[in-house]
């Protein structure tokens, strides 16, 4: 059973960078050639927002209103992917989910997320 | 970015009641619709993709239909277990949308 799990700190401050990682069990990522990556998040309130995927070759899609902040990147060596998100804000504060994609486009399976407070 | 209007908010609703969740899209998403299902604290759970194609294991009390610009989330008869949280997403593009959820309870 595939099973994904978000790591990172809780807490980051105005201007500073957030790292997460999503670790991968139960199947390497190296084998989901149909698969994508991706991360998604979810605000107080608000509706989830799609942040950008990745495939396992690293090729990459970002949503446009985070693009010039936002890096993705795959290790398969760990077999986990990752998510950097620069100068971050109060806005950015949100429970970070991390998800596989069939090809196809969809989400098949997500992590629990994890909330990540921008606070000083 | 196409925006995905999801009603209603919350649904009240008792076992056994039939209940039907709305997702419109503000342009065509053809049938690049899934559904999902989330519990506090735990992971969304795959229902629906593609507008109305079941997932492996999901009960064949949820249905799903529509194209274009809009959609349903149909449960035939609410179980205990299926109080919690409804959404959509449309994939139609890089830019998938979602949809503000539905919450379900008694």
């Not at chain 2, 349903?72 to 139609?92: E, G, K, M, R, V």
């Given at each position: 059973q595939l099973q994904l799990q978000e790591s990172g700190p809780g807490l980051v401050k105005p201007s500073e960078t957030l790292s997460l990682t999503c670790g991968v069990s139960g199947g390497s990522i190296s084998s989901f050639t149909k698969y994508y990556w991706g991360w998604i998040r979810q605000s107080p309130g608000k509706a989830l927002e799609w942040i950008g995927t990745i495939y396992y070759d690293g090729t990459t899609y970002y949503n446009p209103s985070l693009k010039s902040r936002v890096i993705m990147s795959v290790d398969m060596s760990r077999n986990h992917f990752s998510l950097t998100l620069h100068s971050v804000s109060a806005p950015d504060t949100a429970v970070y989910f991390c998800a596989r994609l069939p090809y196809g486009g969809y989400i098949d399976y997500w992590g629990q997320g994890t909330l990540v407070a921008v606070s000083s | 970015d196409v925006q995905m209007t999801q009603s209603p908010s919350t649904l009240s609703a008792a076992v056994g009641d039939r209940v039907t969740i709305t997702c419109r899209a503000s342009q065509s998403v053809n049938s690049w619709v899934a559904w999902y299902q989330q519990k506090p604290g735990k992971a969304p759970k795959l229902l629906i993709y593609k507008a109305s194609i079941l997932e492996s294991g999901v009960p064949s009390r949820f249905s799903g239909l529509g194209s274009g610009t809009e959609f349903?989330?149909?449960?035939?008869?609410?179980?205990?277990?299926?109080?919690?949280?409804?959404?959509?997403?449309?994939?139609?593009s890089d830019s998938r949308t979602f949809g503000h959820g539905t919450k379900v309870d008694i």
């Open positions: - | 349903t989330l149909t449960i035939s008869s609410l179980q205990p277990d299926d109080f919690a949280t409804y959404f959509c997403l449309q994939y139609n």
